[in-house]
Each structure stands twice: as structure tokens, then as C-alpha cells.
């Protein structure tokens, strides 16, 4: 497995999708893919699962298969809390859409809540960091 992987490798993601990010590596590993996919990035994208590879793979047999492989764990993404890998949805009611179980989507919100409140005290209290014209 460890041919499919680029050095320098981006990984972008929470805990909740390893077990889905393993299954898709061991399914590409099976199609004996080793020498052609190079996958440069990982990530989280308007919700779900993003995995981007090296187009090396003009005019073989199983290109359609790799994509479909990659297509399934990323549509797979929008059922699975991207943070312990529960059941989720996408919630869209965030900063950003992200996938969540409902104990995370309760829990994201409470933060989110600190954050607003901390904005609107900061802008009754004025910034409390340092400005460079402060000094």
C-alpha cells in the first residue's frame, strides 16, 4: 500500500473517515495499481471525502475501476461523521458543510456558539490583540 502514496502527501481530514480511507487504499492495492496511481492529496471537501491521485493512468483497463472506487468512498463520505465515523449527514447549517454524527453536530454548534459570542464581545470590547500601531 505504501507505493500509492506520494511522499509528500496532503491529508486534510479527521479521524472519523481512516476505516474509509483504508478500505478504498486496500481495494486500489487489490487492483495492482501500485506503480501507476501516485495519490497526492486527501481531504475534506463542502462535506465530504476528497481524494486526489496522479493522472497516470491513460489507456489502462482498469481506469474506470479506479474511479469508481474513488467515487463510492467519497459518496460513502457524506453517510459517516467525519469526526469518530458514527453515522452522519452533512449539515449545512455550519461555517461550512461538514459531516457530522448528531452527538458532534450538537457539540460543533456549542463551539460555534463560544465563537459568536466572542466575536460580539470583541466588537463591544474592541480587539483584544495586540495591532502593530498599539506599540
Known sequence: MDQLIKPKLRVEI???WKDLILNLLT???????KKLIKINTIKEKFGGL???IDNTLQGVSYKE???KLIEEAEQKSFEICEVC?????PRRDCWWIKTLCEDHYVEHWAHEKDL???RDNEKLLGSGHLQPQDI
Not at 481495494?27 to 495499481?33: A, E
Open 116 to 118: 459568536r459570542d466572542d
Open 14 to 16: 479527521n479521524k472519523g
Open 65 to 67: 475501476e479506479v474511479y
Open 85 to 89: 465515523g458514527k453515522a452522519g449527514v
Open 50 to 52: 476528497r481524494f486526489y
Open 27 to 33: 481495494s486500489l492495492d487489490k487492483l495492482d495499481t
